[in-house]
């Protein structure tokens, strides 16, 4: 996932998505704790993909504010 596709879409679908990372990143807690080893890289990946999406929401509210 690249910033510049995340910078395309509007707020809702940014917060489904960092919903939808949120959940993964849930289930590979799961998957740990349980026994189950899932890929160790999958752990940081998802993190900084739900940081990109923070940021971009950040900046968008940020703009928001601004133009008001």
Do not use: C, H, W, Y
Request: charged share 40%; hydrophobic share 30%; glycine share 6%.
């Amino acid at each position: 996932m690249d910033a510049k596709e995340l910078r395309a879409k509007n707020s809702a679908e940014l917060t489904d998505e960092l919903l939808k990372l949120r959940k993964e990143q849930f289930a590979l807690r799961l998957q740990r704790a349980s026994g189950q080893t899932p890929k160790p890289d999958q752990f940081g990946k998802v993190r900084r993909n739900i940081a990109r999406v923070k940021t971009v929401l950040r900046e968008q509210r940020k703009a928001g504010g601004e133009k008001r």
